[in-house]
């Protein structure tokens, strides 16, 4: 790393000594030249690193904040929920509150069971629906965390469970089909993201429903990046398609540990004697914050917001480019932005990036973006201007 990075030099060697791997992620260096990798705090929008510089904040520590860092409402309501206990292991009136509100809030939501992270309640939702269907496969589209069931092949995941899991391509409903014709009656559940770095092709995710239903197997939406984003409602909302079960997380906390599994009654009510539970699930600041956070989106229109703000960031990108004569699209939807440079200008895409984040502006090359509510019109202003200097800069 350079100088303008020293104290994260020391920090990363000693981060070496007694993390496994340093750390994993964009916790280690980036390929990308003048990334920090250690941050010390975070406010609205931005987070600063260990060398005291800052940065407006489009990672969002990859989706968890929907508000903004140390939001004063959520800071709020978790340290009052903080002074009143944080858990007990009995039911609490807010796991009740939450979960009526969840399904008032999401439109195939009937019932919910909680989780502590993503992955967890993309397990438990696979869990789910291999009880309700008693079959073992399962097909994925996307992203579902790091467990074994959605790693088939990785160092250490056993064969026998990689055996199990099949994968489709996005937007590819004959690949699905085949899938299904060469598994016939074996799958359990098809589980996708309903968007991510693409919009769904007219039809597709309705495709992948009757698909599902025909084929007898459970259609689980993994909502864990566009929750809240897209629609309070999520994705389903937003396209109109709603899933059998659905699995919650990042955004719709801000930040806190939260996430959970909704779905219709037919198919939950019956899960009852699935095994779903850990010391962390329905932790009472996660559920804190999600009522606040869910609060704070309403009054603000704030999905409103993201899009509209997401947009101006996306069009503002597109002109500079074009200004700066560099072939380049958007990818990703509304509050979930991506900049995909033309093919063969790897180098340029790179130096982009690098000048940027010297610059004070960290987007996550490669990866979608994420909106949140303290990116006002002035911070997307601010962004645009540091993206106009950055291609003129890697350009020269
Ligand atoms: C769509 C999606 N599902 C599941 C997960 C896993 O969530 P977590 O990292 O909280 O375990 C992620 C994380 O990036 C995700 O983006």
């Not at 990363?12 to 990334?35: F, I, N």
């Not at 406010?43 to 508000?67: K, S, V, W």
């Amino acid at each position: 790393m350079e100088h303008r990075l020293s104290k994260q030099n020391e920090l990363w060697e000693r981060a070496q000594q007694v993390l496994m791997g340093g750390g994993q992620g964009h916790k280690r260096p980036s390929a990308v030249p003048g990334y920090p990798i250690f941050a010390t705090h975070g406010e609205g929008c931005r987070f600063f690193d260990a060398d005291g510089h800052a940065y407006i904040d489009y990672l969002l520590a990859f989706g968890p904040i929907t508000l903004g860092h140390n939001y004063p409402r959520v800071t709020e309501a978790v340290t009052r929920q903080a002074q009143l206990g944080t858990i007990f292991n009995i039911g609490t009136v807010l796991e009740v509150e939450l979960a009526e509100r969840l399904v008032r809030t999401i439109p195939s939501a009937e019932m919910v069971t909680y989780c502590s992270t993503g992955s967890e309640a993309t397990a438990a939702a696979v869990r789910i629906a291999r009880g309700h269907t008693g079959r073992e496969k399962v097909i994925r589209c996307g992203y579902h965390g790091w467990l074994d069931w959605c790693r088939p092949g990785d160092k250490g995941v056993p064969a026998a469970v990689s055996a199990l899991t099949l994968a489709v391509p996005y937007n590819h409903l004959d690949a699905l089909t085949d899938l299904f014709k060469a598994n016939a009656g074996e799958i359990a559940c098809v589980m996708i993201e309903p968007s991510a770095t693409e919009a769904p092709k007219d039809g597709y995710l309705e495709g992948v429903k009757a698909l599902c239903e025909e084929q007898g197997a459970v259609l689980i939406m993994d909502e864990v990046k566009t929750g809240v984003r897209y629609a309070l409602g999520g994705a389903q909302e937003y396209f109109g398609v709603t899933p059998h079960l659905s699995t919650w997380s990042k955004g719709i906390a801000n930040g806190y540990h939260f996430a959970a599994v909704v779905g219709v009654r037919e198919i939950m009510e019956p899960a009852a004697d699935v095994w779903v539970a850990a010391t962390f699930h329905g932790e009472l600041t996660g559920c804190a914050a999600a009522m606040a956070t869910l609060d704070e989106m309403e009054e603000q229109d704030g999905v409103r917001l993201l899009w509209q703000r997401g947009q101006r960031l996306a069009d503002g990108l597109l002109r500079i480019m074009r200004e700066a004569s560099v072939e380049a699209t958007m990818l990703g939807m509304g509050p979930m932005p991506l900049l995909r440079f033309g093919e063969g200008q790897e180098e340029l895409s790179t130096r982009f990036y690098s000048e940027c984040v010297r610059r004070g502006v960290y987007f996550s090359p490669g990866h979608v973006w994420f909106l949140c509510l303290s990116h006002t019109d002035e911070v997307i202003e601010e962004t645009l201007n540091v993206a106009r200097d950055a291609i003129a800069a890697a350009k020269a």
